[in-house]
């Protein structure tokens, strides 16, 4: 193939070859009028990426070329469809439901070219962080106040937040078209916040030491770390955990052990049993190693 077409995987143009081809014709009885039709299934030379391309033309479809003289265009579009330059999130299903329906359709509106409707989603993905948030007073403005207010947001973020409220503002008060090369700025930011806030901590968990800052945590923590070698033996939780109590927060571990204790007490484990109980520091006996979802609770 003479022209090169845009693989989504290597992210530019690139010289393809194809696989299929059909070619459709038609027009009216008096032949005022004809149109063509091409649909082809090509594969990038460079990745081998697959990618179907639809080529169409028609008598109407005239403009003027470089020296002034009439010459036909033809329409040619690559599915699936595609971002240019930006990425769409690789883990949005840990999105919450009711953020990742209007972030998915924002995308779909930007690989379609619908620039407005893209404007106004990546606004509209504001608002369901804010409802989201339990943020749901007052006017947008005031809402990504608040979010650097309670503490989700930095200075800096909240101020990028208001770039796209401005920009969606004026898509769709104004139905000013915005400029391709802003909109992937801000969906970058856009990304960048969501992924912040709810996937990177998702993604990295049981990969990397994180901050153990839960009882669900401190438990699948206490979990992980019981050994074949303890079975039997009577041994307290920190003894269990190791050097690994450094991701607990101090003022933290007090309360967990005290629930675990209440819990163990109530039979909700089957590989560990309370043998002596203190204020701090009880005693426990291991009776097998855990499976990976042996906690009940």
Request: charged share 35%; hydrophobic share 35%.
């Amino acid at each position: 193939m003479k022209e090169k077409y845009f693989c989504r995987e290597c992210k530019g143009l690139r010289n393809h070859k194809k696989l299929f081809e059909k070619k459709l014709r038609g027009g009216d009885s008096q032949d005022h009028f004809q149109w063509i039709e091409e649909y082809l299934v090509i594969e990038c030379l460079g990745c081998e990426t697959t990618s179907f391309l639809k080529i169409y033309g028609d008598t109407d479809m005239i403009e003027n070329d470089e020296e002034g003289k009439p010459d036909y265009y033809f329409d040619k579009q690559v599915y699936p469809l595609f971002l240019e330059k930006g990425e769409e999130l690789k883990y949005e299903y840990y999105l919450p439901e009711s953020i990742s329906g209007i972030y998915l359709e924002t995308i779909s509106a930007f690989k379609s070219k619908s620039l407005i409707l893209t404007a106004g989603g990546l606004r509209a993905i504001i608002e369901a962080l804010c409802n989201h948030l339990k943020i749901k007073k007052d006017n947008l403005q005031t809402r990504i106040d608040l979010l650097h207010g309670k503490g989700h947001l930095t200075l800096s973020e909240s101020k990028r937040l208001h770039s796209i409220r401005f920009l969606g503002n004026d898509a769709l008060h104004e139905m000013e078209k915005p400029k391709k090369e802003h909109l992937y700025l801000l969906l970058e930011i856009i990304n960048h916040l969501l992924s912040n806030l709810f996937i990177n901590d998702k993604i990295i968990k049981g990969k990397v030491d994180t901050i153990v800052d839960s009882f669900w945590d401190f438990k699948r923590l206490v979990r992980a770390k019981v050994k074949k070698e303890m079975i039997d033996k009577e041994i307290t939780l920190l003894e269990i955990i190791g050097k690994a109590k450094r991701l607990i927060p101090k003022s933290d571990y007090p309360k967990f052990e005290k629930e675990f204790v209440a819990e163990c007490k109530l039979g909700n484990y089957d590989f560990i049993e309370l043998k002596k109980e203190k204020n701090i520091d009880s005693a426990f006996k291991i009776t097998k190693e855990p499976t990976f979802f042996s906690f009940r609770a």
